[in-house]
């Protein structure tokens, strides 16, 4: 009847909700029940369309009207009448529905950017950031009835990022930033920002020319009570000027990133986790002046931090570590690229009595080449019952006893990089342990064997084990073969995977993945010389999602594996094939003129030259 219908209609729309997106969209195909119940599932507030700004988008655009999609990013935007017709077809579909807009590195007037701005009455996260052109003038905003317009369109505003903008003045940030009154995070990263205390000391007026932190402070004096994020990687921010932010009256910052700020100092550093002690997330990485006492001060000052990140600090080593175990909210760490931290003194900290932060779901220790297998070890049994995402990338000295140890006590994982670490083989991923391995059997009993079944070898948890998975990465892990590929690889809902410059992976290999691993949407194999033709004929059967794909370097392969991607992976937006010396320019042209959609990338060394191009 009338009433059952749309309630099964409902019904059928919440079950959907709990499955991936990729999951929705096959579904929608069942039927017509199916596929209008999955247009409901699909309106998601955190799905983010990517439209490319061409004549062929605008069908697409009306056609996401009906979901009332609410968060879009548009690309290749110039001053073509194409840019003209999508915006305006966007401003009239979307605009009323959209949350979130991204016009990143666009290029667009000031009367295209206020016509699509001024139909967005909802929006509350917008992105300029690269939209030089807008910018480039000095004069956005200055006529006083496009300043209420775009004032009434972003009075709920909460996000700005004006990131990368060369020519961003005074003048034009007071006026962009006073249309949004309610603003609590804003990126000025990579700016360019004066710091000279005494410019414009006695100036009447804002400038229009240049950025200068003078403004930017008294703007964070006059939101002080609602600003809770800021952004200023990549500008010369001195501990000078750091100081002065930390003890702006009323700022309580919950984020604060500072990637690439070069010159500030531990002692400033210090100063901020005094001043603003209720930060949550804090990105420091690439401050390259910081030493082991900035760790120390965040560790003891900032009790509520979730977020750290201290990436590429070549002079922090494993003293700093020593108070991390006061961060009892931590969520994720990253000291990745930190070549003094061995990561021993980081172990110690998630000892018993101590314990590891409760809550800690993400550790990255990527290129921290000290690092050894007895502290990953007793890492993964001290963050068995939390962690989700793990990168120990190029930690080359790492061998089995690491893989295993991971393999048996974190079970959570989702997330596993292990690109580059040379000494995993099959035996780690298949879970066979050498006897003399006396250190770590303890903590990980052996599986009985039957008595016919006994080798010289003992069976421990593999890489079976992490049910979870969602991304792995296996590149330059140069001894594993199709032996233990086979058998492990069968990871149901793995949707990254990475198996470059695996040279011993064959078409065998590469069948059982596809078999084992049918949900991928990302794929790279580049270097995988064995592979040819006919393993891909069969293993592309089984890859219906696939998105990207990476082939570069697979010289047995031919423009066959074109044809066979081309009717099996209808869902592909990027394919790589440069350097596949069986593939020529014409076979990729006629690729894409079936799928005109995908961008191919294809490179050729011509007369000593490296000539590359994306098709």
């Known amino acids: 009847n009338s009433d059952s219908q749309p309630m099964s209609h409902r019904m059928l729309s919440y079950i959907l909700s709990f499955l991936p997106l990729a999951d929705q969209k096959e579904a929608s195909l069942v039927n017509h029940a199916w596929y209008y119940a999955a247009q409901s599932a699909l309106r998601e507030t955190d799905v ?3 439209i490319p700004v061409a004549s062929a988008s605008l069908t697409s655009i009306k056609s996401l009207s009906r979901r009332q999609v609410s968060c879009i990013s548009l690309t290749n935007m110039d001053s073509s009448s194409d840019t003209s017709n999508v915006l305006q077809s966007i401003s009239y579909f979307l605009g009323p529905h959209l949350h979130s807009l991204s016009l990143r590195g666009g290029t667009l007037t000031e009367a295209s950017f206020v016509a699509l701005i001024t139909s967005c009455s909802g929006l ?8 030089n052109s807008l910018f480039m003038s000095g004069m956005l905003l200055d006529q006083p009835e496009t300043v209420q317009q775009v004032r009434e369109a972003l009075a709920n505003l909460r996000e700005l990022n004006l990131a990368n903008l060369h020519y961003l003045a005074d003048a034009s940030f ?11 995070h804003l990126s000025l990263a990579h700016c360019h920002i004066t710091f000279d205390p005494h410019h414009n000391l006695f100036a009447q007026q804002a400038s229009s020319a240049i950025l200068s932190f003078r403004n930017i402070l008294c ?6 009570s609602r600003l809770v994020a800021l952004d200023l990687s990549g500008t010369n921010l001195p501990s000078t000027a750091l100081q002065a932010l930390g003890q702006v009256v009323g700022l309580h910052l919950q984020e604060l990133t500072l990637r690439g700020c070069r010159d500030i100092s531990t002692e400033a550093v210090a100063a901020l986790c005094h001043q603003q002690q209720g930060l949550t997330s804090l990105d420091l990485s690439g401050c390259s002046e910081l030493v082991d006492g900035a760790l120390l001060a965040v560790s003891r000052g900032l009790r509520g931090l979730r977020h750290l990140r201290m990436e590429k600090l070549q002079r922090l080593t494993d003293a700093g570590f020593a108070a991390l175990h006061g961060l009892r909210e931590l969520r994720s760490l990253d000291v990745a690229e930190c070549c003094l931290v061995s990561g021993r003194e980081l172990a110690k900290v998630l000892e018993f009595p101590k314990g590891p932060p409760p809550h800690l779901t993400s ?12 502290s990953v070890i007793s890492l993964a049994q001290g963050l068995g019952s939390s962690l989700k995402v793990l990168d120990l990338s190029s930690c080359m000295s790492l061998t089995n006893s690491s893989l295993l140890a991971i393999s048996a006590s974190l079970p959570q994982l989702t997330v596993l990089r292990l690109a580059w670490c040379k000494e995993i083989t099959d035996s780690g991923l298949l879970g066979l342990v050498d006897p003399d391995m006396g250190f770590f059997l303890p903590q990980l009993p052996p599986e009985p064997l039957a008595p016919s079944q006994e080798t010289p070898k003992q069976l421990a948890p593999s890489l079976l084990m992490l049910r979870a998975l969602q991304e792995l990465d296996l590149t330059a892990c140069s001894k594993l073969t199709d032996t233990s590929l086979t058998q492990v690889l069968k990871f149901p809902c793995l949707k990254r995977l990475s198996l470059s410059l695996l040279l011993e992976l064959t078409d065998t290999g590469l069948v059982a993945v596809a078999r084992g691993c049918p949900s991928l949407e990302h794929l790279a194999l580049s270097h995988c010389s064995r592979l040819s033709d006919r393993g891909w004929d069969q293993a592309v059967n089984f890859w219906k999602r696939l998105q990207h794909l990476n082939l570069s370097s697979c010289n047995q392969l031919t423009e066959q594996t074109l044809v066979s991607i081309r009717k099996a992976c209808r869902q592909l937006t990027v394919l790589d094939v440069s350097m596949c010396q069986g593939i020529s320019v014409a076979a990729v042209r006629h690729f894409q003129a ?9 490179s050729r060394f011509v007369g000593g030259a490296d000539l590359a191009m994306s098709l």
Do not use: M, W
């Open 219 to 224: 703007f964070l004096k006059e939101r002080a």
């Open 363 to 374: 550790l990255r220790l990527a290129y921290c080449s000290l690092l050894k297998d007895k």
């Open 124 to 131: 509350q996260v917008l992105d300029l950031s690269g939209c």
């Open 174 to 184: 007071n006026r962009l930033s006073s249309c949004a009154p309610k603003l609590e």
């Open 48 to 50: 983010r369309y990517i």
């Open 594 to 602: 079936q799928l005109p959609h995908v961008t191919c990338v294809q």
